[in-house]
């Protein structure tokens, strides 16, 4: 498969770009209730991106290492907190408008540095709901790992 190739080549690339994300609470952005529409959000610009042919553009970082040299925006996350990481100016803004209580910004790095994960987020990190009010089941613990820098895209 040349497009799951290419992205996990392009995950340890020391090539620099511009980067672009939108970070929060892993448990805010991969579990809560509010946020049931991101998963869609991201297998839908998966599923276009396969139809079309094109090369991944966008990551969920667990714990992005370069946050470590960015300390006054680190402290505003609760962690453990999770990044959606694009080098797509236009689609970070897409994801910061559909998503409240996230922080976005740019950073510009190798490629092999900015989609580095300080701690990974496992499937099981969080508690199960007590309540699931949403008229469809819960996606299950873990979903995001498809969309990781080393996923299966």
Same mark, same amino acid.
């Given at each position: ?12 690339? $020391? !090539? ?16 809560? @209730? ?9 297998? !839908?610009?998966?599923?276009? %991106?396969? @139809?079309?042919?094109? @090369?991944?553009?966008?990551?969920? #970082? ?21 990044? #959606?990481?694009? $080098? ?5 803004? %897409? ?6 209580? #996230?922080?976005?910004?740019? #950073? ?13 987020? !496992?499937?099981?990190? %969080?508690?199960?709901?007590? $309540?699931? $009010? ?12 498809? %969309? @990781? ?5």
């Amino acid at each position: 498969m040349r497009v799951r190739a290419r992205a996990h080549a392009d995950a340890a690339s $020391t !090539e620099v770009k511009q980067f672009y994300y939108c970070v929060a609470n892993a448990d805010f952005m991969l579990n809560d @209730e509010n946020n049931e529409h991101f998963p869609e959000i991201l297998r !839908e610009r998966r599923r276009f %991106f396969k @139809e079309k042919g094109k @090369e991944q553009d966008f990551w969920i #970082v667990p714990n992005p290492a370069f946050l470590d040299a960015m300390p006054e925006v680190k402290k505003k996350i609760r962690q453990p907190c999770v990044a #959606v990481v694009t $080098t797509d100016k236009v689609w970070n803004d %897409f994801v910061k408008l559909r998503m409240d209580r #996230v922080y976005k910004g740019g #950073v510009e790095g190798a490629v092999c540095d900015i989609l580095k994960s300080a701690a990974p987020v !496992e499937a099981d990190a %969080f508690e199960a709901p007590k $309540t699931w $009010t949403a008229p469809y089941a819960k996606y299950a613990g873990g979903w995001w790992h498809v %969309f @990781e820098p080393n996923g299966d895209f």
